[in-house]
């Protein structure tokens, strides 16, 4: 795999949507990328800062 490949399944695996063999595939790379582990772990803050935000209710206007 690439980085260009991992780039593009990063949601996906922290999702746990990837196919197992794909799954291995990225895994291997991260744990030899460190660009992509950076990528890997910014997509993790994000994804953890949307969760906690609050939930907004639109006004009756």
């Known amino acids: ?18 196919t197992g063999t794909t799954m291995l595939e990225l895994s291997r790379h991260l744990q030899e990328c460190a660009t992509c582990q950076s990528e890997l772990e910014s997509m993790r803050h994000i994804k953890s800062m949307l969760g906690k935000m609050s939930v907004v209710a639109p006004s009756a206007d």
């Not at 795999?1 to 990837?18: T, V």
Request: hydrophobic share 35%; net charge negative; charged share 15%.
């Open 1 to 18: 795999m690439n980085c260009r490949n991992a780039s593009q399944s990063i949601s996906a695996y922290l999702d746990g949507e990837l």
